[in-house]
């Protein structure tokens, strides 16, 4: 059994960042350490023992990490706003590699944009997600369809997405952070349309 300390994810943990777990334990792989659920990038202010929720996080997290390896190979979450990229690069620094595959779905960006963004040496592929959830939206990237992985348990289901999207070739147009700040819209309020 692969343990989180002896990986890429174990500062995230020991800072309290890992957060709404569906999967945190070994996978199918040997060695291997997936985590699916939130990482907090902003934590609230806590008043005397009370736990709070993060301001912010990235959410829906897809990703694995190696045993004894320092660098998280590829990663997919979902953003709120693409101004918390920068806190994504500075939460994560030194876990993420220049090798990477790091796929970051945005609330406000334009629903066709498709792009990347360095920030350090590290590149995002930024894309849309509206309705959807991070898992839909990397099957269908991916081109991996439900009969691909039903035979297989959650964490066999996370080894073989996460697999086949560490090989993606996605030549995207490259823009700065500023850039993308500029082009991006409004924050859409997640409630908005749901029934009382």
């Known amino acids: 059994?692969?343990?989180?300390?002896?990986?890429?994810?174990?500062?995230?943990?020991?800072?309290?960042?890992?957060?709404?777990?569906?999967?945190?334990?070994?996978?199918?792989?040997?060695?291997?350490?997936?985590?699916?659920?939130?990482?907090?990038?902003?934590?609230?202010?806590?008043?005397?023992?009370?736990?709070?929720?993060?301001?912010?996080?990235?959410?829906?997290?897809?990703?694995?990490?190696?045993?004894?390896?320092?660098?998280?190979?590829?990663?997919?979450?979902?953003?709120?706003?693409?101004?918390?990229?920068?806190?994504?690069?500075?939460?994560?620094?030194?876990?993420?590699?220049?090798?990477?595959?790091?796929?970051?779905?945005?609330?406000?960006?334009?629903?066709?944009?498709?792009?990347?963004?360095k920030l350090g040496d590290v590149t995002f592929r930024i894309l849309p997600c509206d309705e959807s959830t991070v898992w839909k939206e990397m099957m269908d990237l991916v081109g991996v369809s439900k009969d691909d992985i039903k035979k297989l348990d959650a964490a066999g289901k996370l080894d073989y997405l996460l697999d086949a999207a560490k090989d993606l070739d996605l030549s995207y147009d490259e823009i700065s952070y500023e850039d993308g700040l500029k082009r991006m819209e409004p924050v859409k309020n997640r409630n908005e349309n749901r029934p009382v």
């Open 1 to 117: 059994m692969t343990a989180i300390e002896n990986t890429a994810l174990g500062r995230l943990e020991k800072e309290g960042r890992l957060l709404n777990a569906v999967i945190k334990g070994g996978t199918t792989k040997p060695g291997r350490f997936g985590f699916r659920g939130d990482v907090a990038l902003k934590f609230q202010a806590q008043v005397a023992d009370e736990k709070r929720p993060p301001d912010y996080s990235i959410e829906q997290v897809l990703t694995i990490a190696q045993d004894g390896e320092p660098t998280i190979p590829v990663l997919a979450g979902y953003l709120h706003s693409f101004a918390y990229l920068a806190d994504v690069a500075a939460v994560l620094d030194g876990v993420l590699s220049p090798n990477g595959s790091y796929f970051m779905f945005c609330n406000n960006v334009d629903l066709l944009a498709k792009y990347r963004t």
